[in-house]
């Protein structure tokens, strides 16, 4: 290149100078361009009588928008004073079109003699290099948006899935969605059926944390030619996207002015409106609003709100699902249970608890019942199973009891050798355990349990002062295996007698058994808390014993009897009966017949036995 002297001893630098791919400027020591590769040239796209000669300062050296940068801030020229190689990319050149092309270099000085003589400068075009830079930054920003956005809805989807009480999931929904979606959230819901109109039901913000119960409460029903953003979302299930503009174009109708109460109250430039849906319902809307300087809401934030109303939508739907079948069950249940009697001076409890399931029903169940003959007879059982069918059966098999047990008189053995024989030959209820006792005394006592144990856990008596033993008496196969298998088992009968004051228990397996408890262990939890509360009413005695005991696994019923002081109801007593039963998981509208006392009194059969 002209401009340099190259010595005869140098043509192969100087090919090297010609050839190499990179731009190459040699300068002075004032700065000025004395030398130039053909690579610069064409990358540059300038002439080399516009280039050598000129300063490399002046001439190239530009900001980001094509500025003049101060000499004094060219660190490449810093060289010259130095005498130290440096580097750079973030700098720009100007091309001979004018346009600007950022360049990635290295200066050395150039030395002679142990003097700086000017600057080697190499140089290449660093767009691609800056462009791919740019654009993966530029996807890495979308990824991780993206990412934000998926856990964000991974997070409600958990969250939506974590509880069936809807108030409290919506309320933990609207302050999951503040601050990364929204500075603030509302959730309205439609009327359900239980209630006759619209209600605000959660509400969070991020600059009022007070706001939330003083917005809640009941809205204006909209019209269906309603044309504000909470209708078109209530009745056409489509999201809105509101501006400063349009929110000030919402029509004079009481939702809107409600709605707009949110806005005065919390502020707001940018909010979307999404219902709360599925393919057969709306349920109510969601919306979220931007405050301050935040940006308004993008399309694809739009897209994300919107699946997660949608996601909302099918929570709320399986929540009332839920609910719907819980009181279904639940109604169900009170019908199949029993109504306790009131007998003399006796004292009857009864509970039932449902395994933590959606149908709340199972094959558990007590019943108590005056015999023909004046007899109280008590029973405790469990028909194989935990749900609808198991209900049926449990039901069947407890009236196929009540039927036989009523028909004719006689032991408990025979009562329940006749149930195997008509639960095999007329049913098709599944195995069952059960105990069946008839209670016998005069008024005023003693009192004589006589009792048969089908494959059932025993019954425990609690005395007066607290003592405690399992009635392990009785003992014979489950019902529906004898008969079936042919296996000629019968059922002993077993029998004593109580004490005055006592507390007699029945109650099904629930209670002392499940996964992490072994039935050992629950069987000497039960004696030592049944123990604790020998001294508490009788109602009190079953509800302290499930807080304490706090079975979940699995149904749990319970029958307690609890004998009067010794000479109570007896002929010269003036006592009066204990009060009505406080509580009966029966249905409230069921009476047990043989409830009057003075109706029925319990017969003492020792003579005749």
Partial sequence: MSGVNWPPETDLLRAVFDSLGAGMFVTDTTGRITACNPYALQILGWSKERVVGFDLHDLLHRDSEGGEVPREECRALTVLASGRSTEGSSEFYLRGDGTLMPVIWAATPLQHEGDVDGVVLVFHNFK??????????????????LTARLSMVAEVSGLLISTLDTPEMLDRLVRLLVPDMADWAVIALLPDGRTEEMRRIAVHSRGDPGAAESLKGPL??????????????????????????????????????????????????????????????VFGALTVARTGRQPAYTDAEVLVLSD?????????????LFEQQRHVAETMQRQLLTPLPQVDHLRLAARYQPAQQAAEIGGDWYDAFVLADGVMALVIGDVVGHDL???????????????LAWDRQGPPSLIMRRLDE???????????????????GPEGGPWDLHWVNAGHPPPLLVTADGHTRYLEGGHGPLLGMSATLHMGLDWPDAGEELPARSTLLLYTDGLIESRDRPIDT??????????????????????E??????????DVALLALRLPPAGAGAAGDTRPPPPQHAHSPAAPERGAPGSRAEDTPVRDTSEEE
Avoid at 241 to 246: N, S
Avoid at 545 to 554: A, E, K, Q, S
């Fill in 128 to 145: 691609k290099h800056r462009d791919s830079a740019e654009q993966t930054a530029a996807h890495l920003a979308a990824l991780e948006e």
């Fill in 220 to 281: 204006p029903q909209p019209p269906h030619n309603s044309r504000t953003a909470l209708a078109h979302a209530l009745y056409r299930a489509q999201p809105t996207l509101l501006d400063e503009r349009a929110l000030g174009q919402e029509p004079d109708e009481p939702l809107a002015r409600a709605h707009q109460q949110l806005f005065d109250r919390l502020g707001g430039h940018s909010a979307v409106v999404v219902p709360l849906y599925t393919r057969r319902q």
């Fill in 308 to 320: 997660i109303g949608r996601r909302t939508g099918l929570a709320l739907e399986s929540a009332r």
């Fill in 389 to 403: 069918q198991a209900a049926a059966h449990m039901a069947e098999v407890r009236n196929m009891l009540r039927a």
């Fill in 422 to 440: 008509a639960m095999t030959n007329t049913s098709d209820a599944p195995m069952a355990t059960a105990v069946l006792a008839r209670l016998e």
């Fill in 522 to 543: 629950g069987m000497a939890d039960l004696r030592r808390h049944a123990a604790a509360l020998a001294h508490h009413g009788l109602e009190d005695f079953l509800d």
């Fill in 545 to 554: 014993l499930l807080v304490r005991i706090d079975p979940g696994g699995d």
